[in-house]
């Protein structure tokens, strides 16, 4: 019997933990909003939830963060994001029981004080340079208690685990029966996720399940199943086995995974970001092409400057709105000048809530990444009732556009992209049904489509023995 798609979700009882690096307003683009949102909607299926960072920064920073990020609605309460060195400075004794006595082994490198609120050393982290494996070290962390050096941990990864597993000691909101649930973590960062299946003291707790979720394509250009991956992907690709699941944002990029390593070589699930609430109808500005992402090459908005004067030879009243910001913007106004198109662009720069200002009046948004995760904001725009052009690049694209919404074309080709831009503004009829078709693909991605694929992937793992 299939599932009611309009049945409550419920995602399986367990106490959540949400690890990523750090979370701090305006960084990190859609990796920051996708990790908060994501925890909004597991609270909303009942969920026990917490957010996690392992940033080693000052609580007063902290603080604001969690401050801001109530303010603008992504966070439910301050508590509800813990930091490793805020909790090491507040209550100590989770690092006192899992410190091994004695002196620390000899280190070669700097070391970084980290101080309570009233100066005292609590942890001393070494300052591992020049490697790009650094949180894999097992130089020591060195654990102070009034003064006195007490004993260490090996490395980040030894931190990190001591941590989570007092974490995972503490009683939960399922725990009023007299039973623990258990303890689920979803982990979104690569580097943290490598450190919790190393080996190594004080191991991660038994009854610790980790699903590691996936935010960015894994492959190096041509960007193609079998090519080249960078250092980082492959020695996370060496120890993906040992995670209780691995969560993909797309099909696609879960089927080239599996299409190089073989089915059976991860527990690999598909929950993909969630759609936002279909919005009303929005005023578009005719002919205004609307572009939100980072100004980086990996973001090709060269292509779109250098499709333009096509677009606005065949669609006069044609012109670009770029939210964003980033190294290549001088660059690229050098470019629009060098066009003849620069009374046409508008360099919004950085704005604090640039979706909700761009699909006011978006009349399409144009997508020419060289590769993706599943970017949010075509996400973004289908709900808000905004056409999409996209380049067919991995990934996400083609899986969100699926049900209609937007228009495909084909990866880095120019004249392509200029020609569906022109299809989309000039033809009002076809707009519409873009427009209409991304609504309703929408209101089927939504949180609850999401949820239902994420407490399937729980399920899985709390139902089979742990890998490690």
């Excluded at 399922?174 to 190393?198: K, M, N």
Aim: glycine share 8%; hydrophobic share 45%; net charge negative.
């Amino acid at each position: 019997m299939g599932v009611d798609p309009d049945a409550a979700v419920r995602l399986p009882p367990a106490r959540y933990l949400v690890l990523a690096s750090r979370l701090v307003p305006d960084l990190d683009g859609g990796f920051t909003i996708s990790v908060l949102r994501r925890a909004l909607d597991m609270a909303a299926a009942g969920a026990d939830v917490t957010l996690l960072t392992v940033d080693p920064g000052e609580t007063a920073d902290h603080d604001a963060h969690r401050a801001e990020w109530v303010r603008r609605g992504l966070l439910g309460s301050a508590a509800g994001l813990r930091n490793l060195f805020d909790d090491a400075r507040s209550d100590p004794s989770w690092l006192y029981r899992a410190a091994i006595p004695g002196p620390a082994p000899a280190s070669p490198w700097p070391t970084r004080a980290i101080t309570d609120d009233g100066g005292a050393t609590v942890l001393e982290l070494p300052i591992v340079s020049g490697n790009a494996a650094w949180h894999l070290t097992d130089a020591p962390v060195r654990v102070y208690d009034g003064g006195a050096m007490i004993g260490w941990l090996p490395g980040f990864g030894g931190l990190y685990r001591a941590w989570l597993n007092a974490l995972g000691a503490e009683p939960g909101d399922d725990a009023s029966d007299g039973h623990s649930a258990p303890v689920v973590v979803l982990c979104e960062a690569r580097q943290i996720g490598e450190t919790l299946v190393a080996a190594g003291e004080p191991a991660l707790d038994a009854g610790i399940r980790v699903l590691h979720t996936t935010h960015a394509c894994h492959v190096l250009s041509p960007f193609r199943w079998d090519s080249p991956m960078d250092a980082a992907w492959e020695r996370w690709f060496e120890v993906a086995d040992r995670f209780d699941g691995v969560l993909w944002l797309t099909s696609s990029q879960r089927d080239d995974v599996e299409r190089r390593f073989g089915e059976s070589r991860l527990r690999s699930f598909v929950v993909p970001h969630p759609a936002p609430a279909v919005s009303a109808s929005t005023d578009p500005v005719a002919g205004r092409i609307v572009i939100l992402n980072s100004l980086i090459p990996r973001k090709r908005v060269d292509h779109v400057l250098r499709a333009l004067p096509a677009v606005r030879a065949a669609v006069p009243a044609a012109h670009l709105r770029v939210y964003g910001d980033g190294a290549a913007l001088g660059e690229l106004r050098a470019l629009a000048a060098e066009l003849g198109i620069d009374d046409a662009v508008a360099w919004t720069g950085h704005v604090a809530d640039p979706a909700t200002q761009a699909w006011a009046s978006a009349d399409v948004l144009v997508l020419a990444s060289t590769n993706e995760g599943q970017p949010l904001v075509v996400l973004e725009a289908l709900a808000a009732g905004v056409p999409v052009v996209a380049y067919d690049m991995p990934y996400g694209p083609r899986d969100t556009l699926a049900r209609g919404g937007g228009v495909l074309v084909d990866d880095g080709d120019v004249d392509a992209l200029a020609a569906a831009l022109i299809d989309v503004l000039s033809d009002r009829e076809r707009r519409a049904e873009l427009a209409a078709e991304g609504r309703a693909a929408a209101a089927r991605m939504d949180a609850a489509a999401s949820m239902r694929a994420l407490g399937d992937a729980v399920r899985a793992a709390l139902a089979s023995p742990a890998p490690r």
